[in-house]
C-alpha cells in the first residue's frame, strides 16, 4: 500500500484521565495537530465472553510518518493489555488544513 502524507489515528480508553494523558502527551511532543474526543458505547469479544463498555473515542490528525512514535507514546500511558489503536489514511482533504497539519506537528528543529 502507497504512504499517504497524512492520516488519522484512532483510539479508545474508559477513562477521562486515561483520555487527557493521551491528549496532553501528544500534543505537547507536536506528534499530533488535533484530537477530537467522543463518548462511545463499545460491543467487542474479550476473552471468550461479549462485553459492551462506555469509552471514549480518540480521533487524532497526523502526518503518516509521525505513526510510529503515536503508537508508542499512546502504549506508554494506556492502561488496556491490547488497545486500539489504528492507523487510516487521509487520501485528500481540504489544502490549508493539510498544510495547518504538516506546520503543527513539524519538529522545533525542522522548522525554517
Known amino acids: 500500500m502507497t504512504e499517504t502524507p497524512f492520516c488519522m489515528v484512532l483510539t479508545t480508553i474508559n477513562s477521562q484521565e486515561g483520555c487527557q494523558a493521551i ?9 499530533v495537530a488535533c484530537i477530537q474526543t467522543l463518548p462511545i458505547n463499545s460491543h467487542y469479544r474479550w476473552e471468550g465472553e461479549i462485553c459492551t463498555d462506555q469509552e471514549i ?5 497526523t502526518q503518516s510518518r509521525h505513526y510510529q512514535a503515536v503508537e508508542l507514546a499512546i502504549r506508554e500511558v494506556h492502561s488496556y493489555e491490547i488497545p486500539q489503536i489504528i492507523q487510516i489514511p487521509v487520501m485528500d482533504g481540504f489544502q490549508a488544513y493539510l498544510h495547518w497539519i504538516e506546520t503543527v506537528t513539524l519538529h522545533p528543529e525542522e522548522r525554517g
Open 23 to 31: 491528549v496532553s502527551r501528544l500534543l505537547s511532543a507536536q506528534l
Open 57 to 61: 473515542l480518540l480521533l487524532m490528525k
